[in-house]
């Protein structure tokens, strides 16, 4: 470019005005598609934690049994429970923590987005309960059987950690 108006200049300075113009599109569309594609995974990991809400009010039995856990009503008793509808209760709970926890395990979903939740609430009170320690206690521990894939319910017993070390911040970290 000799800056006396020959149209080659004009040409190049309308080439490098489109090539910056496309660089900025470009740059923009990235920036754009990130913060898209973080709000949709903040969205849907939002709509997994109501999922499984919902699905811990629709059973009135495992609602039913966290309640009697929340006030210290339920007392296990393997004579009445194992085998029975109070072990089919405990198991349907205890699964539902678990695949909660398999998901926060695995990076689905993030402890804050279960910590301080309904559904977070419940998962801690249930860990503490007497009964439901007693009750897993009974459970064969790994190795144990022909059909044993490991610890029973494990993922809901390191997501219940995690949460009692975020409600109490001296608690044991999860393993």
């Given amino acids: 470019m000799n800056g006396d108006g020959d149209p080659t200049d004009v040409l190049l300075l309308i080439t490098a005005l489109e090539g910056g113009a496309a660089a900025v599109a470009v740059v ?11 709000r949709e995974r903040v969205l849907r990991r939002a709509e997994l934690v109501r999922q499984y809400t919902v699905d811990f009010h629709e059973s009135r039995g495992v609602s039913q049994m966290y309640e009697d856990i929340e006030h210290r009503r339920l007392r ?13 209760t405990a198991v349907r709970m205890l699964d ?8 926060w395990r695995h990076g689905v979903l993030e402890l804050d987005d279960i910590h301080g939740t309904t559904l977070g609430r419940a998962a801690l009170i249930t860990s503490r309960s007497s009964a439901i320690r007693e009750y897993l206690a009974t459970l064969p521990v790994h190795g144990e059987g022909a059909s044993s894939t490991g610890t029973h319910f494990d993922y809901f017993r390191r997501l219940a950690a995690a949460l009692e070390q975020r409600a109490r911040p001296g608690a044991p970290a999860p393993p």
């Fill in 28 to 38: 923009v569309g990235v920036v754009t598609f990130i913060i898209t594609s973080r």
């Fill in 76 to 88: 296990f008793d393997a004579e009445s429970w194992l085998g029975k509808e109070p072990e089919m």
């Fill in 96 to 103: 539902l923590f678990n695949s909660l926890g398999h998901n």
